[in-house]
T-cell receptor, first 117, second 113 residues
Framework: AQTVTQSQPEMSVQEAETVTLSCTYD???????LFWYKQPPSRQMILVIR??????QNATENRFSVNFQKAAKSFSLKISDSQLGDAAMYFC??????????????FGTGTLLAVQP | DARVTQTPRHKVTEMGQEVTMRCQPI?????VFWYRQTMMQGLELLAY????????DSGMPKDRFSAEMPDATLATLKIQPSEPRDSAVYFC???????????FGPGTRLTVL
């Protein structure tokens, strides 16, 4: 079965600094997708970034980028120039690819990010 | 601005009562997912539908939970009878297909006393 592990329950970063959130996963599938979701206090789940496993290039969305290491099954999120609005719970998630056994999102336990002014 | 809507946003009820949560997926999305979020278990899938047909409800306690899609614009999750351990936030998400991005609703916070 697929699993997603986030080993950092809490992280803190100074405003304007850079922070990296860690995520590792386990799967036997060759085709899959990885995601980072942000959940602010409003509880709304917001997709931050996604990565297709078949793509070697790391995904980037403005200040958010990932370091995808397929062989190591690692998928970390880097937030550059941190802003107060980045404070939230961040979830790493896995989903199987087309034709795969897993169409549901499998979530990690989350990392609570605090941004200090 | 297309979005997934959920009602109610908050629900407080007493143990033994029936609870019905509703979700309106984004128009045109053929896949609907129900997730539950608790402190202990985190986010976990309860059930999902494709074209209104249930495909996977293995995460749902069958004795008290039921999920349906009466039509393409409405998904329901029902708990009967409710128990205090059902207290959680219940999210509905929809996707164009199950292989596309899932868009989450705002969630229903359920408290069972």
């Amino acid at each position: 079965a697929q699993t997603v592990t986030q080993s950092q329950p809490e992280m803190s970063v100074q405003e304007a600094e850079t922070v990296t959130l860690s995520c590792t996963y386990d799967t036997s599938e060759s085709d899959y997708y990885l995601f980072w979701y942000k959940q602010p206090p409003s509880r709304q789940m917001i997709l931050v970034i996604r990565q297709e496993a078949y793509k070697q290039q790391n995904a980037t969305e403005n200040r958010f980028s990932v370091n995808f290491q397929k062989a190591a099954k690692s998928f970390s999120l880097k937030i550059s120039d941190s802003q107060l609005g980045d404070a939230a719970m961040y979830f790493c998630a896995y989903r199987g690819g087309y034709g795969g056994a897993t169409n549901k999102l499998i979530f990690g336990t989350g990392t609570l990010l605090a941004v200090q002014p | 601005d297309a979005r997934v809507t959920q009602t109610p946003r908050h629900k407080v009820t007493e143990m033994g009562q029936e609870v019905t949560m509703r979700c309106q997926p984004i128009l045109g999305h053929n896949t609907v997912f129900w997730y539950r979020q608790t402190m202990m278990q985190g986010l976990e899938l309860l059930a999902y539908f494709r074209n209104r047909a249930p495909l996977d409800d293995s995460g749902m306690p069958k004795d008290r939970f039921s999920a349906e899609m009466p039509d393409a614009t409405l998904a329901t999750l029902k708990i009967q009878p409710s128990e205090p351990r059902d207290s959680a936030v219940y999210f509905c998400a929809s996707g164009l297909t199950e292989y596309n991005e899932q868009f989450f609703g705002p969630g229903t916070r359920l408290t069972v006393l």
